[in-house]
C-alpha cells in the first residue's frame, strides 16, 4: 500500500485517497474552435508514462483537498508532492528498470514529457520530498 | 547428482533460432496475443517468413498471470461478435492445435446484489440470447442449486438476489494455450524469439521499415504491435498515442483443495470472483488498483478487499489460506473495449487495450488482427474496435455490462 504525504494531513495510508489521473491537463482555452481529433484528445488521450510521472490524488476521506504528486510509475516511489496549481518540480531521478524482466534499457523515450501548461525547470513553494516520510519502496 | 542421471528432456516446443536480418512482419510481444496473431498469418495467410519478438520470456507477461476465465456474455453487439467468435474458436482450439489445454466449460455466473444489478442482468441475458450467445436468468435458489458453496442468505450486506449464468463459459490453462499456439507456429516455421526487446522504429517517411532491437535491427515489411501494458510505451517509440492507461492488475491463489467449487462465480458488485483451479486451488481477482503502475504488483489492500468479499459469499473459504499473489500490467482503455486495427505510421498495426479481460479474446484477437496485418484492412469483427472510435464517439461502452471485466 501506498503511503501518501497529504499537504495538509501529512502520511496517510493509500486507502484514504481517490486517484485522479495525469496532472496538468489544462481545459481547452477556445473550446468552440476544437476539431474532433482534438476533443478526442483533451477527452480520451492521457499521458502513460513508463517512469515519473505526474498525477492527481484527492484526500477523499481526510481533508477532501487535490493535490499533485510526482510518483515513478515502476518502483511506485513518490518523488514529490505539491499543491494545485504549481508548476511540476524538476526532477533527476531516473526510472529505475522494472524488476523481472531482462530490459536494462531506460526509457529515453517515455520520461520528459512534461505536461502542457508548465514548465520543468522552475520548484514551486511548498513541496514535500517525500524521502523523508515514505518508507523505502513505499508499497507492502 | 550429475546430468547423465536426469532424464531425458522432454522434446521442445519450439526452437530460439537468432534473429534473421529481415522478415515480411514482425510482432511485437510474445504473449497470447502476438503468439495467435503469428498463427493465423501463417495458417490462414501464408506468411511464414515472421517474427514473434518478446523481450523477456515467452507469454511471461499478463498471459502467464490472468484467471483464465473464458465467457463472452458481453452487452453490446460488437463485442458479443467477437468474444462469441473466440469463445467458437476456444471450442475446436484444442483439436487444430493437437494439443489439450485443458479448456473446461464449467459455466460462468454474474451475481446480482442489488435492484440495479438485476435489471441490467436480465437486459444483458436479453441482449445476449438476441446475439445467438448462451445465457440464462437464474434466481437464487437455482444459483444455490448450481453451487452449493454460495452464501445467498439474507443476513449479509449485499445478498444475492440472482445471477446470469452462461454454461459454455468457463476456464482453460493459460500457459498451455501460449504453449500449444507456439508450437504450431514453430512448425509453420515462424520464427519466436524471446530475451528479444524492441527499442525503437526504423521509419522510411511515415512508414515504418524496421524495428531496433537488443539483438541488432530487423527490417521489415509490417508491424504488428501485441504489447499489452507497454502498448504506450511502443506507440511513444514509433511517434503516436494512444488512449491507454496502464494499471497493476492482481491476482491470488489458496492451497490446493478438493473440488469444492464447480463452476465460476464473478460479483462486480461486491468486487471478487473465484474459480477453482484444475490442481484445486482457488483463484482469485477483482478490479484494477487504481494507480497507474508498470511495476507489477498492487497494494495490498486490494487483496485485502476480495477476499473479504469471497468469504462473505463462500463462508467455507474462511479456512483458506492464500498461497501467493502476483499482479500484471494491463492496458486498459475508458470504454473497457479493446483498440485493434490501423495506426498514423503506414504498415504499422496495433492490437491492445484488452486491459483487464483478454485471454478469453485471444483466439479472435489473433485470427482478426492477423487479417488486419495480411490485407492492411480491418476484418469485419475488429472494424469497430479501431482507433478512430475515439474521434467519432462510435465508443463500445462495456462497463455496466463488465465492471469487473475478466
Ligand atoms: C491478474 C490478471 C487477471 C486476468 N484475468 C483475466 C481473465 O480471467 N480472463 C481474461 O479474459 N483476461 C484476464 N486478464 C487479462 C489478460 O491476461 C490480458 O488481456 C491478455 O493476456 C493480454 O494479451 P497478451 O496475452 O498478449 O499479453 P501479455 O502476455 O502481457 O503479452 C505482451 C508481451 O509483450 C511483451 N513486450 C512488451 N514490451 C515489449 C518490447 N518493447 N519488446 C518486446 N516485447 C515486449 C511483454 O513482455 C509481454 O510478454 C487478466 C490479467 C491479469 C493481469
Ligand atoms: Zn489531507
Redo the contacts with the bound molecule.
Keep these: 500500500m501506498l503511503l501518501i504525504s497529504c499537504p495538509n494531513c501529512g502520511s496517510r495510508d493509500e486507502t484514504e485517497f481517490h486517484y485522479g489521473g495525469q496532472a496538468h491537463v489544462p481545459y481547452p482555452e477556445n473550446p468552440n474552435e476544437l476539431n474532433d481529433r482534438e476533443w478526442a484528445e483533451y477527452l480520451f488521450y492521457r499521458d502513460n508514462t513508463k517512469g515519473t510521472f505526474a498525477e492527481r490524488w484527492l484526500h477523499s476521506t481526510g481533508c477532501r483537498q487535490w493535490f499533485n504528486m510526482l510518483r515513478d510509475t515502476v518502483t511506485y516511489d513518490i518523488q514529490a508532492v505539491y499543491p494545485m496549481g504549481a508548476p511540476r518540480p524538476s526532477t533527476a531521478v531516473p526510472a529505475a528498470p522494472e524488476s523481472g524482466?531482462a530490459?536494462l534499457a531506460a526509457d529515453s523515450t517515455t520520461t520528459g514529457t512534461t505536461a502542457p501548461s508548465t514548465s520543468a525547470t522552475s520548484t514551486a513553494p511548498g513541496i514535500t520530498k517525500s524521502g523523508t516520510t515514505a518508507p523505502e519502496g513505499a508499497t507492502k | 547428482m550429475s546430468t547423465h542421471q536426469l532424464p531425458e528432456h522432454p522434446e521442445f516446443l519450439w526452437h530460439n533460432p537468432e534473429p534473421k536480418s529481415s522478415y515480411d512482419a514482425v510482432i511485437?510481444?510474445?504473449?497470447?496475443?502476438?503468439?495467435?496473431t503469428a498463427y493465423f498469418l501463417a495458417k490462414n495467410h501464408g506468411m511464414t517468413n515472421i517474427a514473434v519478438?518478446?523481450?523477456?520470456?515467452?507469454?511471461?507477461?499478463?498471459?502467464?498471470?490472468?484467471?483464465?476465465?473464458?465467457?463472452s456474455n458481453y452487452l453490446w453487439d460488437e463485442s458479443a461478435a467477437i468474444y462469441e467468435h473466440a469463445l467458437k474458436l476456444w471450442e475446436i482450439l484444442p483439436e487444430e492445435l493437437e494439443y489439450d489445454f485443458l479448456f473446461s466449460q464449467r459455466g460462468v455466473m454474474n451475481l446480482a446484489h442489488t435492484l440495479g444489478d438485476v435489471r441490467e442482468s436480465i437486459r444483458r441475458v436479453g441482449a445476449n440470447k438476441l446475439n445467438g450467445v448462451d445465457a440464462e436468468w437464474l434466481e437464487p435458489d437455482q444459483v444455490k442449486e448450481l453451487c452449493p458453496i454460495l452464501n445467498i442468505s439474507d443476513n449479509i450486506r449485499y445478498p444475492v438476489m440472482g445471477a446470469t449464468y452462461q454454461p459454455r463459459a468457463g476456464?482453460a490453462k493459460?500457459d498451455h494455450v501460449?504453449w500449444a499456439f507456439a508450437r504450431k507456429c514453430d512448425e509453420l516455421g515462424v520464427d519466436i524469439i524471446q530475451n528479444?526487446?524492441?527499442?525503437g522504429f526504423l521509419k522510411d517517411g511515415n512508414r515504418v521499415v524496421g524495428v531496433k532491437?537488443n539483438r541488432g535491427t530487423i527490417n521489415t515489411e509490417k508491424v504488428g504491435l501485441?504489447?499489452?501494458?507497454?502498448?504506450s510505451?511502443?506507440a511513444e517509440?514509433a511517434g503516436f498515442r494512444l488512449p491507454i492507461q496502464s494499471h497493476?492488475?492482481?491476482?491470488l491463489v489458496s492451497e490446493l483443495h478438493e473440488p469444492v467449487h464447480p463452476t465460476v462465480v464473478m460479483s462486480n458488485h461486491v468486487h471478487v470472483?473465484v474459480s477453482q483451479a484444475h490442481k484445486g486451488e482457488l483463484v482469485m481477482?477483482a478490479g484494477v488498483d487504481s494507480y497507474n503502475g508498470y511495476g507489477q504488483r498492487g497494494s495490498f489492500h486490494v487483496i485485502e478487499h476480495q477476499m473479504a468479499a469471497a468469504v462473505e459469499l463462500f463462508p467455507i473459504f474462511a479456512r483458506a489460506h492464500v498461497l501467493r499473489t502476483?499482479?500484471?500490467?494491463?492496458?486498459t482503455t475508458l470504454d473497457a473495449s479493446?483498440i485493434m486495427g490501423t495506426t498514423p505510421v503506414d504498415n504499422m498495426f496495433v492490437?491492445c487495450g484488452?486491459?483487464?479481460?483478454?485471454?478469453?479474446?485471444?483466439p479472435a484477437?489473433g485470427l482478426t488482427f492477423a487479417h488486419t496485418i495480411a490485407t492492411g484492412a480491418p476484418h469485419k469483427l475488429n472494424k469497430p474496435f479501431a482507433l478512430e472510435r475515439f474521434e467519432t464517439g462510435a465508443l463500445i461502452d462495456e462497463h455496466g455490462a463488465a465492471a469487473v471485466?475478466?
Design positions: 524482466t530490459s | 511485437v510481444g510474445g504473449g497470447g496475443h502476438g503468439l495467435a519478438l518478446e523481450k523477456g520470456w515467452l507469454a511471461g507477461g499478463n498471459m502467464a498471470r490472468n484467471t483464465t476465465i473464458i465467457r476456464i493459460h501460449a528479444c526487446e524492441v527499442t532491437t501485441c504489447a499489452a501494458g507497454h502498448s510505451v511502443l517509440m497493476p492488475l492482481q491476482a470472483y481477482g502476483w499482479g500484471g500490467i494491463v492496458d479493446p492490437n484488452w486491459g483487464t479481460g483478454g485471454f478469453k479474446g485471444t484477437a471485466a475478466h
